[in-house]
């Protein structure tokens, strides 16, 4: 049950820092305040660093099955994200479906690639 929680727990933080991060670049209209490009840009990389510090935290408390738990790990963290996108973000943003998975949702994809990777490198490590 620990795992549980502290997988669910950091699959929150790789959607609430990122979310947190980007209010930084609205103006107080809701206009991006910063070029497109460097906002993306920003975004990928806090991203990116919150999604592998998550995960390096997380499997500091993983003794096996790690290429297992990789998957399991990519595909709940990818769920929590994709979720959360549409019941706060899409609504907040106004963007169509279509806008946000080619713009948005489809980056994502790279959550369960991370972790999958992180797994195989540990589960190389170990053996």
Same mark, same amino acid.
């Given at each position: 049950?620990?795992?549980?929680?502290?997988?669910? &727990?950091?699959?929150?933080?790789? $959607? !609430? /820092?990122?979310?947190v /991060?980007?209010?930084?670049?609205?103006?107080?209209?809701?206009?991006?305040?910063?070029?497109? +490009?460097?906002? #993306?840009?920003?975004?990928?990389?806090?991203?990116?660093?919150?999604?592998? !510090?998550?995960?390096y935290?997380?499997?500091?408390?993983?003794?096996?099955?790690?290429v297992?738990?990789? $998957?399991?790990?990519?595909?709940? $963290? &990818?769920a929590?994200?994709? =979720?959360?996108?549409? @019941? =706060?973000? =899409?609504?907040?943003? +106004?963007?169509?479906?279509?806008?946000?998975?080619?713009? !948005?949702?489809?980056?994502? &994809? &790279?959550?369960?690639? !991370?972790? /999958?990777? +992180?797994?195989?490198?540990? @589960?190389? #490590?170990?053996?």
């Amino acid at each position: 049950m620990k795992n549980l929680t502290s997988l669910l &727990l950091y699959g929150l933080l790789t $959607w !609430i /820092v990122p979310f947190v /991060v980007a209010f930084a670049f609205y103006d107080q209209q809701g206009q991006l305040a910063t070029s497109y +490009g460097l906002f #993306k840009c920003v975004m990928t990389v806090v991203s990116g660093l919150t999604g592998c !510090i998550a995960l390096y935290r997380y499997f500091g408390r993983v003794d096996g099955n790690f290429v297992r738990i990789g $998957w399991l790990t990519g595909l709940v $963290w &990818l769920a929590i994200n994709l =979720v959360l996108d549409l @019941a =706060v973000l =899409v609504p907040m943003s +106004g963007m169509s479906l279509s806008q946000y998975f080619t713009t !948005i949702g489809l980056g994502y &994809l &790279l959550i369960p690639t !991370i972790c /999958v990777t +992180g797994g195989m490198l540990l @589960a190389r #490590k170990t053996a």
